[in-house]
């Protein structure tokens, strides 16, 4: 027997999706319900969990453009996180500003190499490849792309782990205040940057939350965008 359409040696293997089982997850309490809308776009509006309440949807909506909308925000916001003074340390004397950079060159040369690494792993690195990371996946799936699948799936899940362990970043932020230049009569206070810093955390945060993986699949199974399947019950092989 044929399959209905030839997948290619990286595409997905032929599973029966929930899509096409004429069913949809509840994004908000996970219950499996039919899927009753199926092609009719004023029905899919009108579609409600019965359990919760919470509106039926098989992807994320506007998946795409809310993750674009979020990481050009963020990537935007990541000039002012490292030009910008993320602290201001006041004494009678003078008043410095310390940019995250020039703190990571204060730890490096004032002999805690180890804490500068950290500082600009966690700052500057990480940001900047999750940046990268997702803008990647967003333009794979507006170009379709059918190969690469899994190590995308996979680049996808890091990317979410890295995520959780983002407030690392504002930890640090916060160490440097209470580390650098410290003394008896200083002020700190948080600069410019550190509001733009603490922006770009949440604003690529969410923007790994509003990219639907699914839609990696979705172009690798070479068929038709799951919401345009009919509900015709299983495919056996
Ligand atoms: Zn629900």
Redesign the pocket.
């Known amino acids: 027997m044929t399959a209905p359409h030839t997948l290619s040696a990286d595409a997905v293997p032929a599973v029966t999706t929930a899509a096409e089982a004429g069913l949809v997850a ?6 499996l ?1 039919r899927d009753a809308a199926g092609d009719d776009p004023a029905l899919r509006d009108r579609l409600r ?6 509106r ?1 949807h098989p992807r994320k909506v506007a998946s795409l453009s809310r993750t674009w909308a979020l990481l050009i925000a963020a990537a935007i916001l990541y000039i002012p996180a490292n030009a910008f003074p993320v602290m201001r340390t006041s004494t009678l004397l003078s008043t410095q500003n310390d940019t995250i950079l020039s703190g990571i060159i204060y730890f490096w040369t004032s002999g805690s190499p180890e804490l500068a690494v950290l500082i600009f792993s966690v700052s500057i690195v990480i940001p900047l490849l999750k940046l990268v990371t997702l803008s990647f996946l967003a333009v794979s799936i507006h170009r379709s792309a059918t190969t690469g699948t899994r190590p995308r799936a996979h680049l996808f899940r890091i990317v979410e782990t890295v995520g959780r362990w983002s407030m690392l970043d504002v930890f640090v932020v916060a160490l440097m205040v209470g580390l650098v230049h410290f003394q008896g009569l200083a002020v700190i206070q948080a600069g410019p940057g550190a509001a733009a810093f603490g922006a770009v955390v949440v604003l690529t945060m969410l923007a790994a939350h509003s990219f639907d993986p699914r839609m990696i699949w979705d172009r690798a199974s070479a068929g038709p965008p799951a919401t345009k399947q009919t509900p015709t019950g299983n495919r056996h092989g």
């Open positions: 509840c994004p908000h309490c996970h219950l319900c969990c019965p359990r919760c309440d919470g039926l």
